[in-house]
């Protein structure tokens, strides 16, 4: 007789409910397929939100602000030097860049032919950061004539806004012919510099100057070196990417929701996903404790044998090789099947999508079948210690 | 393979069945192919030696050695791999399974070495007189069957040491004979040492050494 599991078997007890042996079967079947499942609408997810968060630039720009509440109103909620180091050390940042404010009073007018007049905030932001640099955006000091690259959504809210007040529309070449008269009021009275707009910015909603103009300026006629930033412009390769949300909102940051959309819901969608895997690797748990107590009940009904065995010669490690053995295809036919039912899943899934004009894969990914190998091997590794362990306790 | 006790006194024994014992305390070397009869009343250790030698119990002080290894701190797996090959035994209280046939029980230990052929159960059970007995439950076998039972299953193996603890408490005169000589026979196959502990001496067994517990 060849010594294999068929040796040993008339010698265990079985006397044990197969209820609670196929319960924990089944229940395993159904841990591993949820697991198998989550992970796979997880990288589905991925996939079908990847498209909607690539930037067509290769980049996002966003503007972060500190988020104004109710508590930190009429505080300083500039950012410091400090404050920008730790955005640009996150490594879903790519780059951040500080725009700096005026810190003197500004008045714009477009002398007679637009009776025009209002005051106006002025920002400086490094140039790597503008969506469309002209060459004429230099300034040096001495010249009068500053130029100004203006937001495209001002010049839309302008010209929405001028027909009521009785004012020309004007086209975006119109507007660069327009010659503005910047008043800045300094404490020995008002300095005018003449403005011209160069550029529009599609990416910036501001008033635009070279970074030296608004450096001197502040420091000549606001009498402050070093201004804090309200506001910061950050390059991140993708805008939704979950983690650059979790960081924003954790230290009180605020972004433009809109173009964080995508992010949120996939973040609220991989909470889901996240939580329904969890609960299939609780089940996958369970019906392993279930299924170790089943064979704890048949060991200890065949402990008198089991002793004996061990008496005439049987190594528990060879015991506890062979016994586990014996449920080897029984645990392979459910991870398979398991694994099947996650294709068919993901077969149907590409199919709905499909008929809403979404394009996913329709195979499974390769580490779902990783995953199903690994909770395969895990369960025979978990039963084949716990069968030694007891058998050495005999 | 060697087998060496090193001073080893059970420690429950009183002092003074320690102190006559040409064993309990004492250093003794069992060396491959001898046989050796112990003889002792009861109540003094015959089993404890026979379960201390096999590892079975530890409630001993000094050491036992397989070769030049303690078998102390022997675990199950440690001692599996001696039991296969270099050890095998009768029981005192023979540890059958009583509910599978007497056939099962010789098989089972033939399966886990086999040094005979199956072929060779059927052929042994014919000369202590229990073939007809193969397929029946071992419970229901009578007790001095049982002990047969238990001396054919432990010549299903190799070994050097076949440790023999009152093998023959139930047999009549004619089946300890034939038992005894079976036993001699399947040793000298192996040449290979028998260590058989009774009550009183067993005329029919040849040994070399006699030692008194």
Sequence with gaps: MKLNFATIVPFLSNDLSKRSRLISYLGLGIGVFILLCSLQMYINLNELLKDKSAPKAGADF????????????????????????????????????????????????????????????LESVDEAFIDTVPPDFKWEQGQVDVPIIFSSDFMEMYNVFAPSQDLPQLSEKTMSSVNIILE??????????????????????????????????????????????SRVYIKTKD???PDLINFLESNGLRVNKDKTKFGRVKKVLQGVVTGIGSFGLLVVILSLVLFSFYLQLMIAKSKDNLQLLLLLGFSPQWLGKTMTKKWLPVYAFISLAALLCVCIFQFAFQRFLAQAGQQLSIWVHWSIILLAMALFVLSMITNYRLIRKLLMRL | MQIFLRQVRPIFLEESKITNSEVWDKTLQFNKGEHLHIIAPSGSGKTSLIHFLYGIRKDYTGSILYD????????????????????????????????????QNIEIKRSLNPFHSENKIAEMADRLGIASKLDVKCSTCSYGEQQRIAIVRALQQPFDFLLLDEPFSHLDENNRQKAMELMEEESSLRNATIILADLREIEYFKHERKVHL
């Excluded at chain 1, 508590?71 to 400090?82: D, I």
């Excluded at chain 1, 640009?88 to 780059?95: H, S, T």
């Excluded at chain 1, 008045?107 to 032919?113: D, H, M, P, R």
């Excluded at chain 1, 510099?193 to 990416?203: C, G, K, Q, T």
Aim: aromatic share 12%.
């Design chain 1, 239 to 241: 805008a939704n990417n």
């Design chain 2, 68 to 103: 030049s290894f303690d078998i102390t701190n022997f675990d199950a797996g440690r001692f599996s791999g001696w039991r296969q090959k270099h050890l095998s035994i009768v029981f005192q209280d023979l540890r059958l399974f009583p509910e599978h046939s007497v056939l």
């Design chain 1, 184 to 229: 800045c009021y300094t404490p020995f009275g008002v300095k005018n510099f003449r403005a011209r707009i160069v550029a529009l910015s599609d990416r910036i909603n501001s008033v635009l100057v070279p970074h030296n103009f608004l450096t001197w300026a502040n420091k000549n006629f606001g009498g402050v070196s070093n201004v804090n930033a």
């Design chain 1, 62 to 121: 966003l503007s972060v602000t500190k988020l104004i509440t109710n508590e930190n109103m009429g505080k300083n909620n500039s950012f410091s030097p400090a404050d920008i180091n730790l955005l640009k050390n996150q490594p879903f940042i790519e780059a951040a860049a500080p725009l700096i404010s005026n810190q003197f009073r500004v008045k714009a007018s477009a002398g007679n032919i637009i009776p025009f007049s209002t005051d106006l905030f």
